[in-house]
Each structure stands twice: as C-alpha cells, then as structure tokens.
C-alpha cells in the first residue's frame, strides 16, 4: 500500500521553550502552550511500508537523503523513539517521498508540519497502528517525539490550538518510580487539541515575514535544554503562563478580542526572547530588522491595537492582524522588508490523507 498525508504548519503564540527533565525522553514540555494552524503552509507525506527491519529511503524536496544527513538522522531518531513504543514498527521497512510548500516568502519553516505529515502517514500505512489514525490526542502524542511543535499540527479541526503540557515539573513522579501502566498514561496526557476552529475567526490574518534566511545558530532543540538548566527566570516564566496567561489568551481568542490577544502574544513572544538571553551562555535570536519590526507594530498601535509580533527560535516574524486593517499592517512591513518578502494567510484546518501520491 501507499498513504499520503498532508499536515500543516503552525505558529505558537505562547511559546514551548523547555522539556520536563525527568520526562526529557518523552518530549514532555514544562508548560502547555497555544498556537494557530496556519493555512498554506505544509508538508505533503506519501510513506510506503513493506515488510522488513526499519530500513528507511527518504526523498525530501526532491532530493536523495543519505544517511549521514542531518534530515536523515532526525527521521531516524524519530521511527526509534516511536518503535521503542510500538516495537512493531521496527519490522517494516519505510520509503519515505516529502515535500513542503513553503513560498521562500515565508522563510525558514518549523518542522512542525514535517513529523506531522510523517506520522500521519505512518498511522494509515502501518495497519497495526491503525487505532491512532483517528484518534488525534494519541497521534499527537507520538507527533511530539519528532519535534515538540509537531503536536499541534495534529488536531484534524486545525485553528486554535491547545498542548496541554500534561504532568507538571513539580510532580514527583518519574517513568522510573511509576508502574509501566501510569507511565503509559502519564505519556499520553501530552496532547493537543482544537479550541477555537478556523471558521470561527475569519477576519484574522497572519502574515509571516521573511527577515533572514539564514539557519539558526543554535537549534531550538539544544538551546531550550540550556534554558532549563540555567535561567534563574525559568521556573517563574513557566508558572506565569501556565497559571495566568494560558486561560486569559484561549478567552481573548475565543472572544474574538484582538486588543487583549494581540497584547498577550507580544508579551508572550518577549517572555520567550527574555528566557533565552537570561540562559547562559546567552541566546540572542532577533535582529536589528526584528527589532525595526517590533518597534514599527508598537507605532502603529497607539491609539487603536491593529497588530502583533511574535519571534519563534529566529529573526523572522509573524505579524497577526484584521482584515479590515490588513493593508495598512503590510504596508508597513513592505516598508521594513519588502513586499516580496511577506505572505499573508489565515488559520486553516488540520491534517489529512489525500490519495494524490508523491509516488
Ligand atoms: O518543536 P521545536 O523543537 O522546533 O521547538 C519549537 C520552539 C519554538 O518554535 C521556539 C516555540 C514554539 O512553541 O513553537
């Protein structure tokens, strides 16, 4: 058989930033956080599994990867950590053919929309995992284990979207001093789940702005861990918005209040890049254009609140805005940027199977 999957990405608006450490393995975060599907942007997976030892061929935007590839290597941990979970997994060979529609516009993708797409697919070919495929708290449970935003590119219904950090930092349970059966269930209450659907909000945009192509110095992966283990700010910043921030931007949303929305993603996004220079060694992610853009979206909102930024594990932007003053927002940034460098979107629906195969 073949399956294909189409998943898309997503934009947090309050941020991961940190794995649980006595759960590091599992990819459970310190804190829940909230993103949006975005429309246009995703990753199309058509997966093959025939018989075999966990062989793996990947094609990725057209071109071979070789094993001593950094991408090959993500895939591979991936299909390990799922297969020490479902060891059945371990005895099929993959061929693997991927593809992102990311316009250069939009500049460096997550790989949200990747681990999502590949599990997605995996869950329709493999007919032993065939219970996850629709059930959208288990796979985006196994999504998590690719890379930790992956998880919200799972719930089908897309829009706003919740991962719940399931165990708090503060519980003294580890896999170690629990039995294999609140292991299991203590694993699985990382999920994430639609809040808000697309349809719900139209007039949002979501505009994402190129600044640099550039790859990032240190990988989202590698400077989280950093921020765990050394910002003094760390345990605080997690109980802030676990405890304060998270229901006020899911009511914001849900009550379509663009002001209070607006003013907590921007906070959210500043709590982030402050967490990351309180690590030591530091971690510097905007630059002098971010900043431009940061300084830009306060100008225009004085008086009336028409934007937001926000800045994941890099210098581009994501701006959010209405329709009603979309114009204005774009032309501003085209001032910043260029025209050729924005891409305007909305939040969509999330993943799906389509029988349009890569091969
Ligand atoms: O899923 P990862 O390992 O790429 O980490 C994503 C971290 C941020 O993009 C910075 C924040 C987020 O919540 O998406």
């Not at 059945?88 to 053919?97: A, K, P, T």
């Not at 590119?153 to 580890?174: A, H, L, Q």
């Not at 906070?267 to 900043?291: Q, R």
Request: proline letters at 4%.
């Amino acid at each position: 058989m073949v399956t294909t999957a189409v998943a898309p990405t997503n934009i947090a608006t309050l941020k991961y930033w940190g794995k649980n450490p006595a759960w590091e393995e599992y990819h459970i975060p310190t804190k829940s956080s909230l993103s949006f599907t975005v429309d246009g942007l995703y990753t199309k997976t058509t997966v093959q599994a025939k018989k075999g030892s966990g062989n793996v061929e990947f094609n990725l935007n057209r071109k071979v990867i070789t094993p001593e590839m950094k991408e090959y290597e993500y895939v591979g941990d991936f299909l390990k950590k799922v297969g020490a979970i479902y060891p059945f997994l371990n005895s099929y060979d993959y061929e693997i053919v991927s593809e992102n529609n990311f316009p250069t516009a939009a500049g460096f993708a997550s790989s949200a929309s990747g681990f999502a797409a590949l599990i997605k697919a995996i869950a329709g070919e493999v007919k032993e995992l065939a219970f996850a495929k629709g059930n959208d708290r288990k796979l985006s449970a196994l999504a998590r284990l690719g890379s930790g935003s992956a998880t919200r590119s799972i719930p089908s219904k897309g829009g706003f979207v919740v991962w719940e950090r399931g165990i708090s930092p503060d519980d003294k349970r580890t896999p170690e001093n629990v039995s294999q059966e609140e292991k299991e269930k203590i694993i699985d209450s990382s999920y994430s789940e639609t809040l808000v659907e697309p349809d719900a909000w139209q007039e949002l945009r979501i505009i994402y702005v190129k600044v640099k192509e550039e790859e990032k110095k240190v990988k989202s992966r590698a400077g989280m861990k950093t921020s765990v283990a050394t910002s003094q700010f760390y345990k605080a910043w997690v109980e802030y918005e676990e405890n304060e921030m998270k229901g006020k931007m899911v009511n914001a949303v849900r009550q379509k209040d663009f002001g209070l929305f607006a003013e907590l993603t921007m906070k959210a996004s500043n709590n982030l890049h402050s967490i990351c220079l309180n690590t030591y060694p530091p971690i510097s992610y905007l630059n002098e254009t971010s900043w431009k853009i940061i300084n830009m979206v306060h100008d225009i909102n004085e008086g009336e609140v028409k934007a937001a930024y926000t800045y994941d594990a890099g210098p581009n932007a994501v701006v959010f805005t209405l329709g009603k003053h979309e114009g204005e927002v774009k032309g501003a940034l085209a001032e910043v940027v260029g025209k050729e460098n924005l891409f305007a979107t909305r939040m969509g629906r999330g993943p799906y199977y389509t029988d349009n195969h890569l091969f």
